[in-house]
């Protein structure tokens, strides 16, 4: 390699610490050889010898380093550094080396960034989208608990004006691990002299990196925290989320929630901000699929023309029974995904919720029987002036037929939220659509089976 | 009236300070001449006499003094006298009376009680159900503007512990209004010596305590604060709510919104925590009441009756169509509601959004109709082997249909969120069943009107 050749003039060089001409040779010379050369040089002088590069020059170097050297000059870079580097690695090789990058170097490049730049780094540093590292902030504060609580304070005091909270003080170890949190208020009451360590209880509650922003929101809400720290897969403390970011994630997540039990995909942005080209994008879809799942009730109509035919009367009740049939569907699938996303129930409890659903599915069955017998026996009575035996039967089978209808929209409405869970979808995908259309068609073959079996011989 | 009988007497046992003779007498002496006894009296003796009084006597008597004594007596209560007092009046005596408390009372009361007393308290101050005044507490630590640095740290040290945040210490001036807010860390990094008006700038936000709960998450949220200073009418801190509250506080709304969009009627409590009974109460009136609504479906029908009989075919696809028009409306009746409850779009925005969904909805509309007739002929195709005449006439009345119906779909499940927000209901009450049964009777009377004006002559 040509750095074996140059190598004595190099040493030359930096014996003489003429730095201009060594950035000039440097430069020119291929990665491959600068890092070669790098490897073979005491840190400290390599660290000099890397600040020569530009920054692109700097990381296709960096990238052929071995990782013991890769690291060892990490350590000494300043954070402008670290993520100029990071910045000009490809995608693929800066995963890599964010596999092997030690808890306390991920630390020092969060938390010397700016607001703005924090958030790319926190991409670069492949914290996956929703997670919560993409959420986290550095600014906290954090103390040893080998200082004294007079040390503390005066750091506080330093730096108490740039964080998102100091109600609680994050302690510690030498490797940057979080071993325990502190309350201000145990500091203020405590004897100066005394060190952190007397404070310890070492129990804390801790977020990972690597949870969904989901988890954070419940975390907070379940222990009652304005702040919870954030460790990565080492304990070490790499930031907090506070609650007013997490406020802003429950509201996207319910909004997501929403849309989707409306029956469309997930808008990318505020209503307000979605122009109607990709609103109408997000809702075509959802509805052309319903549509053609309504075929269903087409071929279930078809089965049971000459029915229709033969009895007319009967089809006038139809979108009545099924529309009853989608509401109760609705009900109770709104009901379960709200359950299940506020963790009020879990998934292991589908057959309670399946023996209740059943019960109360009964109970509005049959109430909804003798409503709906009555109401279409004084519908007819009012259009008609009088009762038919065309409209009691009619009364009749739509009754009975409502028992069946209401019970099915309850069960499926209530196991489907269940059932996608477990195919790994979101269970908010049984939007009221969907369960309208799938009672939609258990509704005509119910309504139709007691309608024949009421009336054959009768009218039919 | 008697107490004027007894007036000498009562002077005579008041110079002696025999109170347990006083005490016999008063209890046994009505109400009314009670207060007339302590209207008379100095406010230092009253204040005596009226503790003398039994709990429920007490209240009675408050009841008859007028107001200007009534509040002079107040002044000088402990909080326990207070709060018995309170809570020993009738309702709506409890209502007049808050309504002329100075602020000042209204916050000794509630900072004195301990946390179970609170809720009631704040219940009895008046402060409406879902209003900021029952969300709040009075764990924070305020100071007046002309204390030093020290007396206010010596004074966060003395009651940090108990307090919610020390992140924010809430300025109050001689009469408790609030006049600003200052961060812990102004506190830290000031001069011990210098008092507190030098850190002051005299702006800050505040919540009044007859504001929705809503506003408070809204607030929050938009200022990015972990918690925020309640106020009454004349400025006065009474509390503060914080953020971990506020975030159980947005949690149920959501769910109420929720169940109120799924066509029922708001739990009282959770999923889990609610009796089958009270479900099927939550629930059957409105199924009962979309079930009496869609009566107009039937009445549609019947309208029809006779086209049926010629063509019943037609009927087949009768569940197709309405439940497109159901979606299309439940997609944009769920946009606009969630749109509304964040904030995102305003009431005033009504016509801009009638523009938006007029155009997405004509774009949906002519995708659907494309999408409608192809599958209509497909499904044809594939059942019968052919394209008969009767179904490719079908196919091209579900293909018109189904623009008119997904459009008007897309209009109701729009503008009827403002519309009922505009006569005061919750524009969530737009439930996916309720939009999906405006646009079923819609929805048979398009695909009718049509059908007859393209077969006429033809089938018909």
Redesign the interface.
Known sequence: MIVHLLKPEFDELIEAKDWVALKDILNDVPAVDVAELLEELDAEIAIVIFRLLKKQKAADVFTYLSSSTGLELMNMFTAQQLSEVMSNLEPDERVALMEELPGHLTQRVINSMKTDDRKLVQQLLGYPDESVGRLMTPRYVKVKKHWTIQKA?DH??KF??SVE???VIYVVDENEQLIDDLR??QL??ADPEATIDTLMDESFEALSAFDDQEDA?KM??KY???AMPVVDSDGILVGIV???D???V??EE??ED??L????DV?DD???QTS??H??KK??G???F???G??F???A??AY?SV??NA??L??????I???G???G??A???????LS?D??SMS?WFRVLG?EL??GL??GL??AI??FL??IS?GFV?TGGLSEELVLSALVVGLSLIGV?LWGNLSGSMLPFALSKMGLDPAVT???FV??LS?VTG?VIYFSIAIALLEGVVL
């Open positions: 304070m506080i005091r108490g004006h909270t100091v109600n201000l208020n203020i009451l929101v907070l809400s009652d925290r304005v506070t609650v007013d997490v406020i802003d429950a509201e319910t909004t929403m849309q039990m409306a029956g469309m808008l505020y209503y307000s109607i080209f609103m109408v809702r075509i959802w509805l052309a319903l549509f053609v309504q075929l009730t087409a071929t109509m078809g023309e229709i035919a007319v009367f089809s006038l009740f139809i979108p009545m099924i529309s009853t989608g509401n109760s609705t009900q699938a709104t009901l379960i995904i709200r359950a506020t009020d129930i409890e209740r019960l109360s109970m509005l109430i909804m409503v709906g109401v279409i519908w259009t209401v939007s009221a659509p309208s259309t939609d005509i």
